[in-house]
């Protein structure tokens, strides 16, 4: 928000003037960041004076309109000067800024006798942008007729001042306005605030008339004041101290009325809007627009409304869009001479909500939305009324006016929170004095309960008031505590494995990418199945970067696919690519009670808050598609296999030394038999193997790509960080071949499984080096060929020691799988 340091310090009173660096330093003490500061007119110097123009020859030899004007400086200045000037939308008999030769404008534009076109041109007739006010170079700018010929323009216009631009938070609604912050600059440098709000009084509760006033939109419309005005002089000039204030805050004059209000809402922070009463039927009412009602708005766009949306509205038709903007049909003009000024106070929420849906933000808009005092519709009313009256010859016809009883918020505050949260003991008297201060009264000393000012409906708990407390006194007056831990103690071990991992996949060739954590529905029913996930399981953003992806991921592998396809599009077309990230489901229980805010939730109260959280899990997930790239050097390199999946798969198990079983799997999106699932007792933990081709086919990748998809979450909190050595054994190894046939249905996994658990401890390691199907093994069975070590630590094993040992393993694998040597 521009803000121009005069009209603040109209409102403050300090015991020694400040200086403008004081004054910026006060506000980023209290939070607000200053991202700049204009000082207006700077290297502006006169002789600039008033002129009025008493002649104009129009000079039509030339191609563009020139004009020899005469301005009337004053005697002391020189009486009647002649000017050459290209601007026309003046005329003789208007006061104009007139500067003179010897004078200097903003950007160091020296100003000089000179002749031009056939005249000599003694001064210059200026536009704003060329006294520093605004930006409109348009023409000449022409003052209202209040001032006297010959006077010092600079000191008589204000044209030297100092603007900020101040960051509002979006929470601090009050800050919006030339009230709000002046009382934070009082509270900041100890100066005497003076409330604007105080300084108009109420209506005359006799006055009654004009169009009535009715709210039937009562949820979200607290108030409205309506005040009817006849013979209004819209044509007349907005006062000069007026302009100047609304153009040095970044707003262009437009006509009495509207500027009025606009400065106004500037200065107490009420927004207000002037309505056409000869373009009105009937009433005035706050209501909630019908399904495609339909209202054209100022900014000359056709708006079809949705159902239940917050609308000014007479009998026949819908006159603006509430807190927002006014409609077309209802607008003032220079011909208007009667006046509806409507203020009310609408619903944060609702204002929100609207102006979201239509992507239309104004600047009342802006105020609502962050909440606007409920007490100022009849006092902001009774000011624009004054300001009518008093410079567009306005009469009262009368005021309607529906006010909301308001309930005003109190907190029964917990000083020994505010210790725990900033670690400073306030005296009493000290958070007194601060709360006083920022408009809160303590309605009992006792409990402290304070009573929140009407203007501040962001403070509800003991916590926001802390906040405050905290920035009036000075972040800095908080004590600095160092931590406390245990030296040394470093990573915790899930942390340490991920960093052991990590790099495993890095020296493999892998790349991390990052991806969003957003997802759409189509994309999800596209890598696993329709259904497979449904609107219960997935989590909704309530508000989503885009309406493509309103979801959070189940999964990494939609992210990797749209990643891979965006890759395989730019002809990057061997990838090896992984992502650890959090994934999310939704819980069943999507409710819960809510709990008190001066109170701490009960036990049961936090677990069903636990209950509607969502399923937050960490995931690791890796895709490979095209050829291995382990060597670059290398032409000739080999295509991923689904195996390499699996392989994979089992590194990563062992790095973090866990126990698992490999078995068969059938899951989304891997291919059915090409695909292997990875367990660690009943716990599902990882799926690997090539994708399904509907899959390949959906995302346009490649044939043969493989993935894999793993808990990370489980695998690091269960993972091992050292592993006891295993000694080194002397003996010599006895080594022997084992070729049996099963069923198909048979995992190898399986066999290798029992193998390991009849060998005992003299079978040092089994491994399968081949799977054989062909006419020497039977329709539905396949040989598998096992390669078997056997060792003892203390002596060399005998012959009929192995052969014992592999008897047992034959066995047993005839009993669980009616396996049969093959010869």
Not at 88 to 110: Q, R
Not at 249 to 263: E, F, L
Not at 294 to 316: F, P, Q, Y
Not at 463 to 490: F, M, T
Request: aromatic letters at 6%; proline letters at 4%.
């Amino acid at each position: 928000m521009k803000v121009p340091i005069s009209w603040i310090n109209e409102f403050v009173q300090f015991s020694d003037q400040l200086e403008v660096e004081a004054i910026v330093s006060a506000f980023i003490q209290l939070g607000f960041e200053v991202e700049e500061i204009d000082y207006v007119g700077q290297g502006i110097s006169g002789p600039i004076v008033i002129g009025r123009v008493t002649a104009i020859e129009e000079l039509s030899e030339f191609k563009k309109p020139i004009r020899y004007c005469q301005v009337d400086v004053g005697a002391s200045n020189g009486g009647i000067r002649g000017i050459v000037c290209g601007a026309t939308n003046f005329k003789v008999g208007d006061l104009v800024i007139t500067a003179l030769p010897g004078a200097e404008l903003p950007g160091g534009f020296k100003i000089a006798q000179r002749e031009t076109y056939g005249h000599i041109s003694d001064g210059m007739i200026c536009s704003l942008r060329e006294i520093g006010i605004g930006e409109d170079h348009s023409g000449i700018f022409v003052l209202d007729g209040n001032f006297e010929i010959g006077t010092d323009a600079i000191s008589t216009l204000d044209l030297l001042d100092v603007v900020l631009d101040l960051a509002v938070l979006p929470d601090r609604g009050y800050a919006l306005s030339i009230r709000g912050l002046a009382r934070e600059l009082a509270i900041a440098t100890k100066g005497t605030f003076v409330d604007p709000a105080s300084l108009h009084e109420a209506f005359p509760k006799s006055k009654t008339g004009g169009v009535a006033a009715a709210i039937s939109a009562k949820d979200d419309c607290q108030s409205l004041v309506l005040t009817t005005l006849k013979n209004v002089n819209s044509t007349a000039v907005t006062p000069w101290y007026i302009q100047r204030r609304l153009l040095l805050a970044g707003m262009r004059s437009i006509s009495i009325a509207v500027d009025i209000t606009n400065y106004i809402m500037l200065e107490t922070g009420q927004p207000l809007h002037a309505f056409d009463k000869s373009k009105i039927s009937g009433s005035i009412e706050i209501r909630y627009s019908n399904a495609n009602e339909e209202i054209e708005t100022l900014d000359h766009v056709l708006r079809v409304l949705g159902n239940n949306e917050l609308v000014v509205a007479d009998k026949s038709k819908g006159l603006s869009l509430a807190g927002i903007m006014g409609g077309a049909s209802s607008e003032v003009t220079a011909s208007t001479s009667n006046l509806v000024i409507e203020a009310a106070h609408f619903s944060a929420e609702k204002t929100s909500e609207t102006a979201r849906r239509h992507i239309l933000s104004s600047e009342a808009s802006r105020r609502f939305e962050r909440g606007v005092d409920p007490q100022l519709p009849a006092i902001a009313s009774n000011y624009a009324v004054k300001l009518l009256i008093e410079h567009a010859g306005a009469e009262v016809v009368g005021r309607n006016a529906v006010i909301g009883k308001e309930k005003m918020q109190t907190i029964a505050f917990n000083l020994d929170q505010l210790q725990v949260i900033s670690g400073i003991n306030f005296e009493k008297e000290n958070l007194q004095r601060i709360l006083n201060d920022l408009g809160c009264q303590i309605i009992d000393y006792d409990n402290f309960v304070v009573q929140i000012p009407s203007w501040r409906p962001d403070l509800l708990t003991t916590n926001d008031l802390a906040e405050e407390i905290l920035r009036i006194s000075g972040y800095d007056q908080i004590p600095s505590v160092l931590i406390g831990g245990q030296i040394g103690k470093g990573y915790s071990l899930p942390q340490r494995l991920e960093r052991q991992l990590k790099p495993l996949l890095a020296a493999k060739g892998f790349v991390e990418i990052l991806n969003y954590p957003f997802v759409s529905q189509e994309d999800i029913d596209l890598a696993f199945s329709e259904g497979f996930y449904t609107v219960d399981d997935l989590v909704k953003i309530a508000n989503p970067l885009s309406e493509k992806e309103p979801f959070l991921r189940p999964s990494l592998l939609p992210g990797l696919f749209a990643a891979a396809k965006r890759n395989l599009g730019r002809n990057n077309l061997d990838l090896a690519v992984f992502e650890s990230g959090t994934v999310f489901t939704n819980q069943k229980v999507q409710s819960a009670s809510k709990s008190k805010i001066s109170t701490p939730p009960s036990a049961s109260e936090l677990a069903q808050l636990d209950a509607m959280i969502p399923q937050q899990q960490k995931s690791l997930a890796i895709l490979m598609i095209g050829k291995k790239i382990t060597n670059p050097a290398l032409t000739n390199l080999e295509a991923w296999q689904w195996s390499d999946a699996i392989s994979t798969g089992v590194e990563i198990m062992k790095l973090l030394n866990l126990s698992f079983e490999v078995v068969a799997g059938t899951a989304m999106p891997w291919h059915p038999g090409r695909c292997a699932e990875f367990w660690i007792g009943d716990q599902l933990v990882g799926i690997a193997g090539e994708l399904h081709p509907r899959v390949i086919e959906g995302f346009e990748l490649p044939a043969r790509a493989i993935a894999i998809e793993m808990n990370f979450d489980y695998l690091l909190e269960n993972g091992v960080a050292v592993v006891p050595a295993e000694p080194l054994l002397m003996m010599p190894v006895a080594k022997e071949d084992l070729a049996i046939v099963v069923t198909d249905s048979v995992p190898a996994g399986a066999v290798l499984k029992s193998i390991r658990a009849a060998g005992g401890t003299l079978l040092e390691q089994a491994r399968v080096f081949d799977v054989y199907k062909g006419e020497q093994v039977p329709v539905g069975h396949k040989s598998l060929a096992i390669s078997l070590r056997f060792r003892a630590p203390d002596r060399t094993l005998t012959t009929e020691e192995v052969s014992a040992v592999k008897t047992d393993i034959l066995k047993q694998l005839e009993k669980e799988f009616a396996a049969k040597l093959r010869i």
